[in-house]
């Protein structure tokens, strides 16, 4: 059963356009949740962690929230460059570290156009 | 430059091959990980490894097995590889304690035909 549901599948947004991604999850325990970006071809890159209940994170123009009781997060990008163009991926992790298992969503494929 | 490293990029095998897919990182992190990515599923843990000759099973382990003789270097070993093992494969490595974001190479490309 899959433990991290992400929404929406796909997205399409004008360049300079917001957007905002979502993440529903039911892991438990839920110690961390990260978001990552992965470029076409390309490997996961972190973009940001958020640890405990009620947290935000601003990284440059990705600002994110998570809200442990709903066991849910959200990824805001602001003012949306093409460079933005990637899959955006969930992750939430049940320990603080490397012996505890990462559940990963299947992503949010964003395309931003001209 | 902290990176992890994946050999190689693009391969193509006929059902019934067997195959290497190898893995280095240089930031001497204890833990490794080889995932696979299919389309519309979240990447799936193959194996874990937490340091030389100590590796577990992931949820997916059927059909391959691993090696790690050096801290560096963690392989994936696909003995006999099926059609259905087409995909994408992803190492990964991270420091056993803290918080620390794994580090993922670009990934290996694998068909199986």
């Known amino acids: 059963k899959t433990q991290v549901e992400q929404s929406p599948q796909s997205l399409v947004v004008r360049q300079g356009e917001n957007c905002v991604l979502q993440c529903n999850y039911s892991v438990t325990p839920d110690n961390h949740l990260r978001w990552f970006k992965q470029d076409t071809g390309k490997g996961l890159v972190s973009l940001t962690v958020l640890v405990h209940e009620n947290d935000k994170t601003s990284n440059g123009r990705y600002s994110a929230t998570l809200d442990k009781d709903a066991k849910h997060s959200t990824l805001h990008i602001t003012a949306t460059l093409l460079d933005d163009t990637a899959t955006y991926i969930c992750v939430v992790g049940d320990r603080g570290s490397a012996l505890g298992r990462l559940h990963f969503g299947a992503g949010t494929q964003l395309i931003v156009i001209p | 430059d902290m990176k992890v490293t994946q050999m190689p990029r693009y391969l193509i095998k006929r059902m019934g091959e067997n195959v290497l897919l190898e893995c280095g990182q240089d930031m001497s992190h204890e833990t490794m990980y080889w995932y696979r990515q299919d389309p519309g599923l979240g990447l799936q843990l193959i194996y874990i490894?937490?340091?030389?000759?100590?590796?577990s099973e992931g949820d997916i382990p059927k059909g391959y097995r691993v090696s790690r003789k050096k801290r560096e270097h963690f392989s994936l070993i696909l003995d006999s590889a099926k059609t259905n093992q087409t995909s994408v494969y992803f190492c990964a490595s991270s420091p056993q304690r803290g918080n620390q974001a794994p580090l993922f190479g670009e990934g290996t490309r694998l068909s199986v035909l």
């Open positions: 490894s937490y340091d030389v000759d100590s590796n």
